[in-house]
């Protein structure tokens, strides 16, 4: 399993996906700021991993405190804190908010207590997210049929979440059940989580994987190399229309061109029921150098101006159905999904 974020000697533990594939390289994060930080840099992202990580950061918060009279203030500027870090996914909410329940429920019955239950709920929330990806995993798989190529977008692996993945566990279980099959990566600039992590991912489990520039997927479609498309996602709304890695909305309308099934793979935790429609969802803008440069490199004029928008939101009627731990959402997808909120 992959080590994507863990809990050691009262510290935060993560492998730096900045670094990957070229380099292992874990950091041990001891202050609230240092875990929000990581986020905003991402040292670790993908929707689930973001909101363990905020989870973790809460637990963190409170391991700190020496005195019990900052108990409140110490765990709302935290709250604060992690809740500015990254906009679009909804699993960092999700996880914030939950462990906030925690914290009132508990803050009356000691620091030493109130600790050991943060602590636990942030681990029970990264168990959970495993058992959730490999649920979503068996229900996905039986999408994927022997022989079939596979294209995905971004990196939505064991990195993106506790250590499964969304997308990457249905492609993942697919092998598992003897499948035999192929999966595109697009590389997905402007930070390449498609080139440099889920390669890596799939390339240490022995899954073929071949790389794609961005660009490719409809030449590859049109030639009849691609059977199907996964994608992960960070935010999905009641109606269906979900928010993913920028790159992702032109893919599924490349698909539906084609006519190839598009499918999205999201727990639980990915939906905003108070979100009617996709409009809502906020899309992240990131930094002009994410784009101007490739790693360090520059590749364009140091003051070219340029837009970076970090997420596209794919209309519903683009998708072919949402995988999630409880089975596949169909279309029409708004009833389904009030259904799948209603359980
Ligand atoms: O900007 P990132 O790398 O955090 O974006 C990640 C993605 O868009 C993933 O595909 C998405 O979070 C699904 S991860 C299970």
Redesign the pocket.
């Known amino acids: 399993m992959l080590p994507t974020i863990t809990w050691e000697n009262e510290a935060v533990v993560m492998i730096d996906q900045r670094k990957l594939p070229q380099k292992e390289v874990y950091l041990s994060l001891k202050s609230v700021d240092e875990v929000a930080q990581a986020i905003e840099k991402?040292v670790i992202?993908?929707?689930?991993a973001?909101g363990l990580a905020a989870a973790y950061g809460l637990a963190l918060a409170i391991y700190q405190i020496k005195d019990e009279k900052h108990l409140d203030k110490t765990f709302e500027a935290a709250y604060e804190r992690l809740w500015r870090t990254r906009p679009t996914?909804r699993n960092l909410f999700w996880a914030l908010e939950r462990m906030k329940k925690v914290f009132i429920r508990n803050r009356k019955g000691g620091l030493e207590a109130l600790k050991d239950r943060l602590l636990t709920e942030a681990r029970r929330m990264d168990e959970e997210d495993l058992a959730i990806n490999m649920r979503m995993g068996e229900y996905g798989q039986k999408l994927i049929s022997d022989g079939d190529t596979v294209l995905t977008h971004?990196?939505?692996g064991g990195l993106?979440?506790a250590g499964y993945?969304?997308a990457l566990g249905v492609i993942r279980a697919a092998v598992a059940h003897g499948k035999k099959i192929k999966v595109l990566a697009d590389e997905t600039r402007p930070l390449l989580?498609g080139a440099r992590l889920t390669c890596w991912e799939l390339q240490r489990e022995g899954i073929p994987v071949t790389l794609i520039t961005d660009n490719m997927a409809g030449y590859l479609m049109k030639k009849g190399e691609i059977s199907l498309v996964v994608?992960?996602?960070?935010r999905i709304a009641l109606n269906g229309d979900t928010a993913?890695?920028i790159g992702t909305y032109s893919v599924a309308v490349l698909a539906r061109e084609h006519r190839l099934p598009f499918y999205v793979a999201a727990p639980f935790s990915t939906f905003d029921f108070s979100l009617k429609t996709g409009e809502g969802i906020p899309i992240e803008e990131r930094q002009p150098d994410e784009v101007r440069k490739i790693g360090s490199k520059l590749i364009t004029l140091a003051d070219v101006p340029v837009r970076n928008p970090?997420?596209d939101v794919t209309p519903a009627r683009l998708i072919s159905g949402i995988i999630t731990e409880r089975g596949v959402l169909r279309p029409p997808l708004g009833p389904a999904i009030k259904k799948f909120a209603g359980n």
């Open positions: 991402m992202r993908g929707a689930p973001i996914a971004c990196n939505a993106a979440t993945g969304t989580q994608v992960g996602a960070d993913n890695k970090a997420f």
